[in-house]
Structures are given as structure tokens and as C-alpha cells.
Nanobody
Framework: QVQLVESGGGLVQPGGSLTLSCTAS????????WGWYRQAPGKQRELVAV???????EYTDSVKGRFTISRDNAKNTVYLQMSSLKPEDTAVYYC?????????????WGQGTQVAVSS
């Protein structure tokens, strides 16, 4: 089973920056997309950013211009660079991996990492 391990979360002041990392192990399929989701207390899970095998990226409107998703294919690692952080960015962030092997498809999730933006 694929394992996703996240790191990089923490406490940061408004306007600060953090970079999250997510590394996949035991990947036996072709990766088609990486995504970052977040869930704030009492709120629904939200898609933050996604990058596909074709190199395209998409962001939810609230983070455009502030967050950047990227990946290192050789390391099976995806990153989320976050800048100009706002209190409303406070949430547990989860990485997501999608891929396929033959007719099989795979979806995996990281354990979550807490990002707290507070003064």
C-alpha cells in the first residue's frame, strides 16, 4: 500500500511563509496527479491546489498568487509553498496522490499536517 508522509506544518504569524512537503513510498504505479487539500475546524474539506502529469496547475481562488504547488518526480515528492499567510489559512493540510497501473486506479492520502496562522 502506498504511504504518504507529510511534513512542514507549524505555527506562523500572519504574512509569514511555510512550505509543506509530501513524500510517497511504495509507489508501484504511474502518478497522474498530486493535490493538496485542507480542512479547517467546523468546515468542509477544500481542494487547495493540484498539479497533473502534464505539468498543469490549478488553485482555489482564495490562495491564487500566494501558494505554489510543485513536485519532484524523481523523489515522488510534492510541495506546497505558502506565502502571505492569513489566519483563514489555518487548517489541517492533506496531500493526495492519484495514479494508475494498467486498468487499476489508485488514490492515496497523507496523514495531515497542521498549519496555524496566528499572531
Amino acid at each position: 500500500q502506498v504511504q504518504l508522509v507529510e511534513s512542514g506544518g507549524g505555527l506562523v504569524q500572519p504574512g509569514g511563509s511555510l512550505t509543506l512537503s509530501c513524500t510517497a513510498s511504495r509507489v508501484t504505479f504511474s502518478i497522474s496527479a498530486w493535490g493538496w487539500y485542507r480542512q479547517a475546524p467546523g468546515k468542509q474539506r477544500e481542494l487547495v491546489a493540484v498539479t497533473t502529469s502534464s505539468g498543469g496547475t490549478e488553485y482555489t481562488d482564495s490562495v491564487k498568487g500566494r501558494f505554489t504547488i510543485s513536485r519532484d518526480n524523481a523523489k515522488n515528492t510534492v510541495y506546497l509553498q505558502m506565502s502571505s499567510l492569513k489566519p483563514e489559512d489555518t487548517a489541517v493540510y492533506y496531500c493526495n496522490l492519484r495514479g494508475s497501473s494498467g486498468y487499476r486506479t489508485y488514490v492515496s492520502w497523507g496523514q495531515g499536517t497542521q498549519v496555524a496562522v496566528s499572531s
